[in-house]
């Protein structure tokens, strides 16, 4: 067996012709590293003809700190699992693995170089017509059917154990919900919105809901969650989206995949007027507003069929109950969405739709939106019953 070691783009090139049929034989290969992300080395390894697959290998270290923050490579096979698993419920919305090798830490997968990366299009103004519908139902099928309402008892907890994430939980256990609001030295707040940073330290009541929602993240295996559905997870096109970067991947709470995409809509939607200019912002603005409204409709709908057509567990076949989880799961949701807005703006990991605004007030006038929408959402979750609340909420906190 092959000993683990960083690859370079020829160890790459290699791994990938001999984990798959798709090159033919000795044909020309040529292998390049262009991850962006945080953590990984990614790989794109090509032939002359144009047929390409993804090598993407777990370092032993966080990649954009460096050695200095150790982290380990079992993520890479948390990431192929939950990859594997979830491309078992939702194939079309999940990027296909085709080979992983646990002593290398490293992953063949396909490559989705025909769609585009969410984030970026939507800093560019793009917008997808199909994004909500299908993330809902990616979201619908992939939490459904690795929770409780399938699962049996023994099984289930088989899974939990399977997929228990300690190092990467604790990224973002203290990323989302200690961080920001205290004066950690892991924070990158931006001058201009300094003071209002350190209202959040001070900020009791705040704090005190996201304590709530962390004690939920860290003690509520509802469902398998791919653990980081952002925009920067999402790849895209005109037809179809799929999802990739499952390393965060565990068993939480539901409303944590279906707020994180919330909050990633929510944050373009407050950088929109940085971005672009008015007439386009309020265009791009009623886009979103329209996708967060389906997204949750649509995953709300599916999630309510599916359990009412295909629970084992008798007990939770009670409709009352149904209703009941449901409910929570928005109230949970909103507040993770929360906790994203505010995490992307005074964190660590700061994201393109507000650092792409050049002009540093237009930029600190955003910010200043996502932390008062990210406060909102957090402390009147409970009380959001509806959609329409919850979009009338987003436009009068953010005039
Ligand atoms: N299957 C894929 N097809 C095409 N590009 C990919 C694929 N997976 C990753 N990438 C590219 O690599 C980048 C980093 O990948 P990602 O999985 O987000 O890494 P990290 O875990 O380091 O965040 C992505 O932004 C994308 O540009
Ligand atoms: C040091 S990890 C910071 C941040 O990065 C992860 O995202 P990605 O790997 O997709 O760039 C995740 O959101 C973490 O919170």
């Not at 952002?230 to 790849?235: A, D, E, L, N, Y």
């Not at 995490?343 to 008062?372: P, S």
């Amino acid at each position: 067996m092959t000993a683990y070691h960083i690859f370079t783009p020829d160890d790459a090139l290699r791994f990938a012709d001999q984990h798959s049929e798709l090159f033919g034989d000795h044909s020309k290969l040529s292998a390049v590293e262009f991850g962006d992300g945080n953590l990984n080395l990614v790989f794109r390894v090509s032939n002359d003809k144009g047929t390409s697959l993804i090598v993407k290998q777990a370092l032993p270290y966080a990649r954009c700190v460096g050695e200095s923050w150790p982290l380990s490579t079992d993520r890479a096979r948390i990431e192929a699992e939950v990859l594997q698993q979830h491309g078992r419920f939702c194939p079309q919305h999940t990027v296909e693995v085709l080979h992983f090798e646990p002593a290398l830490s490293a992953i063949l997968m396909e490559d989705l170089k025909q769609y585009q990366i969410l984030r970026s299009e939507l800093v560019k103004g793009k917008t997808f017509a199909h994004l909500a519908s299908q993330m809902a139902t990616y979201l619908a099928q992939t939490l459904f059917y690795s929770s409780d309402f399938v699962l049996s008892g023994p099984v289930k907890k088989a899974a939990v154990a399977r997929f228990i994430n300690p190092e990467l939980c604790l990224i973002t256990e203290d990323l989302f919900f200690t961080d920001p609001y205290c004066n950690h030295e892991r924070n990158t707040i931006h001058a201009l919105i300094l003071p209002r940073a350190r209202q959040l330290w001070q900020d009791e009541e705040l704090q005190a809901e996201v304590a709530a929602l962390k004690a939920d993240f860290l003690s509520k295996p509802q469902a398998l969650l791919h653990g980081d559905v952002h925009s920067g997870s999402i790849f895209i096109n005109a037809d179809n989206c799929k999802v990739i970067d499952a390393e965060f991947g565990f068993y939480g709470p539901i409303g944590f995949d279906v707020g994180s995409l919330l909050g990633n809509l929510l944050l373009n939607y407050v950088a929109c007027p940085g971005l672009f200019a008015p007439e386009q912002a309020e265009q791009q603005q009623a886009y979103l507003l329209a996708q967060v409204r389906e997204l949750w409709q649509q995953f709300a709908a599916q999630f309510s069929q599916l359990m009412a057509s295909e629970t084992q567990d008798s007990a939770l076949q009670n409709s009352r109950y149904q209703q009941h989880f449901l409910q929570q799961v928005l109230a949970d949701s909103l507040g993770y969405a929360g906790c994203e807005l505010i995490r992307r703006t005074v964190g660590l990991a700061h994201v393109a739709d507000l650092e792409k605004i050049t002009d540093a007030k237009k930029r600190a006038e955003a910010e200043l939106r996502a932390i008062e929408l990210g406060r909102a959402l957090i402390m009147q979750r409970a009380k959001l019953a509806q959609m329409d609340a919850v979009l009338t909420l987003v436009q009068q906190v953010t005039v």
